[in-house]
Structures are given as structure tokens and as C-alpha cells.
């Protein structure tokens, strides 16, 4: 099955760095996504990875490393409108027949002045 | 805006009716996901269509049905709705561009909360 990891909250100033981490196991990796939702929202896209390495998207990077199982969400720079829920997911084809998406249950970012 | 869409945005119901929500895609995406959401908890697969037939399916008992159109929206019907039903319900497209195993990025539509009481 799956087994996707990750804080339940964190607490980081305006300006500052957070890292967010996920760990995960799953039988058919296909890559992990990172997917910010708003309260009462939809989440919205924020990364992908399928490869080992550094993702870098403007103040958002991501990071994989398969070997591990292990990925980390970074933003940079923060600011109040990044409080929200950042979601991993793993995206896995062989347990269901589809490649679809599993997602740990968020890590709830709150941005302070 | 994703260009996904979901209808109604709210839906009450009491425990033992029926309930159908509706999704349309991302115009060019032939692959609709439908996902479960709780309060507090990350979404939870439900099924996939692509090209209008099943592709996968959760841990969701057969209650839980769906159908893709030949337009590629979709809809989610639940049967004999119980309490723990109540959920935001999210639809996501994609294109997998023909191999139904490959899958570019999911995107997600604003969901339907449903509330059973």
C-alpha cells in the first residue's frame, strides 16, 4: 500500500525560509507532486518531481530523492498569503490500475507578521 | 483557474438518498479523477475515467459509480448516502496523451461539498 508522511502543522515569520518534508512508501512510484490548498479551496499545482534532484519554480523549490523516499517542499520568502495546506502526493499506478494520485493529509502552514 | 469545473458547489442530502455531482474537464483532457476529501485529511481516490471507460478504482465500495461522456465530462453518483459521505468532493483532469498509464499533471476543479445529514 501507501504510506505517505508529513508535519500536520508548522508555524514560519513572513520573510522567512520553511521547509516542509514528506516521507513515503509506495509499490509503483511515478512521481510526487506538492499541491497548495486554501481553506475551502481546491488545491492548486504547485511541483512535480520524478527524478532525483532540486526542482526550482520562482520562491517555491522542490526536492526528491527516491532512494529515500523522501521529498521536501521549500518557499522562500514568505508571505501571509502562503498560509494554507501544502499537500505531497504520490502518484502510483499499480495498486489501483490507474495512475492516480495519494496524498498524505497536508501539513497546515501558518505565516505570522 | 484551471479551467475545471464542478457542479453544484453545495449539496445537502439526507442519510439513504442519491446524489450526483458533475465535473467538466480541461478542454483537451480526456481523463477525469474523482476524489474523496474529509475535514482535516488529504483527498482520497475514488475512481478515474479515460476516454469514458474506468481506469482505476479506490477503496470505495460500489455504491460510489461514475460515467465519462464523449465530451469527457464525468459525473460521480453516490447511492444510499450514509453520514460519513459528507466530504468536499474534487474533480481533476488530465491528459495522458493516448497512454492511459502516463499522466501529465492533475487539476484539480473547485469541488462539491456535500453534506449528508
Known amino acids: 500500500g501507501q504510506n505517505i508522511d508529513q508535519p500536520t502543522e508548522m508555524t514560519a515569520t513572513e520573510g522567512a525560509i520553511v521547509q516542509i518534508n514528506c516521507t513515503y512508501q509506495?509499490?509503483?512510484?511515478?512521481?510526487l507532486f506538492w499541491y497548495q490548498q486554501h481553506a475551502g479551496e481546491a488545491p492548486t499545482f504547485l511541483s512535480y518531481?520524478?527524478?532525483?534532484g532540486l526542482e526550482e519554480k520562482g520562491r517555491f523549490s522542490s526536492f526528491l530523492s527516491r532512494s529515500k523516499g523522501y521529498s521536501y517542499l521549500l518557499l522562500k520568502e514568505l508571505q501571509m498569503k502562503d498560509s494554507a495546506s501544502y499537500l505531497c502526493?504520490?502518484?502510483?499506478?499499480?495498486?489501483?490500475?490507474?495512475?492516480?494520485?495519494?496524498f498524505g493529509t497536508g501539513t497546515r502552514l501558518t505565516v505570522i507578521p | 483557474e484551471t479551467g475545471v469545473t464542478q457542479s453544484p458547489t453545495h449539496l445537502i442530502k439526507t442519510r439513504g438518498q442519491q446524489v450526483t455531482l458533475r465535473c467538466s474537464s480541461q478542454?483537451?483532457?480526456?481523463?477525469v479523477s474523482w476524489y474523496q476529501q474529509a475535514l482535516g485529511q488529504g483527498p482520497q481516490f475514488i475512481f478515474q475515467?479515460?476516454?469514458?471507460?474506468?481506469?482505476g478504482r479506490g477503496n470505495f465500495p460500489p455504491r460510489f459509480s461514475g460515467l465519462q461522456f464523449p465530451n469527457y465530462s464525468s459525473e460521480l453518483n453516490v447511492n444510499a448516502l450514509e453520514l460519513d459521505d459528507s466530504a468536499l468532493y474534487l474533480c481533476?483532469?488530465?491528459?495522458?496523451?493516448?497512454?492511459?498509464?502516463?499522466?501529465?499533471?492533475?487539476?484539480f476543479g473547485p469541488g462539491t461539498r456535500l453534506l449528508v445529514l
Open positions: 502526493a504520490v502518484r502510483d499506478y499499480i495498486q489501483t490500475g490507474a495512475n492516480n494520485l495519494f
Open positions: 509506495t509499490s509503483g512510484f511515478n512521481g
Open positions: 475515467y479515460y476516454r469514458e471507460e474506468e481506469n
Open positions: 481533476a483532469s488530465s491528459n495522458p496523451g493516448g497512454d492511459r498509464r502516463r499522466q501529465e499533471t492533475q487539476y
Open positions: 478542454s483537451g483532457h480526456n481523463t
Open positions: 518531481n520524478v527524478l532525483d
